[in-house]
């Protein structure tokens, strides 16, 4: 599958982006998704992941009450909410997949494919 992430840019402190990830499988229903970030000189790091279905989310403590993930199936299309941005959120945001086994993922190796990622950049 391939995976291509959109919706980075510059924003405030305090400000909001909704990060796109469209999928070119047949149906994304099949598989779990997730989000991680690098920042320049630091290994890339989990943010958030959700279940095949959309039943079970999980997020890093860093971005939790603040990030929502969210997918559509439908569409072939899963969103990051991104609400009040901190400057430390700044990064290249990818999106991930693998195949569904029941369960919630959040190690880089534990996911098959990739996007390209999009930068997003909160300004203090």
């Known amino acids: 599958v391939q995976l291509q992430a959109s919706g980075g840019g510059l924003v405030q402190a305090g400000g909001s982006l909704r990060l796109s990830c469209a999928a070119s499988?047949?149906?994304?229903?099949?598989?779990?998704m997730g989000w991680f970030r690098q920042a320049p000189g630091k290994e890339r790091e989990f943010v958030a992941t959700?279940?095949?279905?959309?039943?079970?989310?999980y997020y890093a403590d860093s971005v939790k009450g603040r990030f929502t993930i969210s997918r559509d199936n439908a569409k072939n299309t899963v969103y990051l909410q991104m609400n009040s941005l901190k400057p430390e959120d700044t990064a290249v945001y990818y999106c991930?997949?693998?195949?569904?086994?029941?369960?919630?993922?959040?190690?880089?190796?534990?996911?098959?494919?990739w996007g390209q990622g999009t930068q997003v950049t909160v300004s203090s």
């Open positions: 499988a047949r149906t994304l229903s099949i598989y779990d």
């Open positions: 991930a997949a693998r195949r569904t086994d029941l369960g919630l993922w959040t190690k880089y190796k534990d996911y098959d494919y």
């Open positions: 959700i279940s095949w279905n959309g039943g079970s989310t």
